[in-house]
């Protein structure tokens, strides 16, 4: 199972970009799936996160400007963002529970994908 994702780029405050990611693989199931970022010398955190039920969870930061949205039956996640910062500058990482039996849920990642918001 891979998960790739795309979307990444460089756009001026204020500015939108939408990623994407995509589970593939075969005979699997997934949980929760969401975007983490990690900006040059800090930790990942998480953006927002998003369960088969719509559960959703944004972190304070992009709350009212990054909106998650999920296609379960292609098993890919989006995240718009809109309103964009400098301070949202960071390698984008999508994150997805995947179980291989339907059962054992293990977290898988996508390779990074840049965003740079500069003028």
């Known amino acids: 199972v891979q998960l790739q994702a795309s979307g990444g780029g460089l756009v001026q405050p204020g500015g939108s970009l939408r990623l994407s990611c995509a589970a593939s693989g075969s005979s699997f199931s997934v949980g929760i799936m969401g975007w983490y970022r990690q900006a040059p010398g800090k930790q990942r955190e998480l953006v927002v996160s998003?369960?088969?039920?719509?559960?959703?969870t944004y972190a304070n930061s992009v709350k009212g400007r990054f909106t998650i949205s999920r296609d379960n039956a292609k098993n890919t996640v989006y995240l718009q963002m809109n309103s964009l910062e400098p301070d949202d500058t960071a390698v984008y990482y999508c994150?997805?529970?995947?179980?291989?039996?339907?059962?054992?849920?293990?977290?898988?990642w996508g390779q990074g994908t840049q965003v740079t918001v500069s003028s």
């Open positions: 998003r369960n088969r039920g719509g559960i959703t």
């Open positions: 994150n997805a529970a995947i179980a291989l039996d339907r059962i054992d849920y293990r977290a898988y």
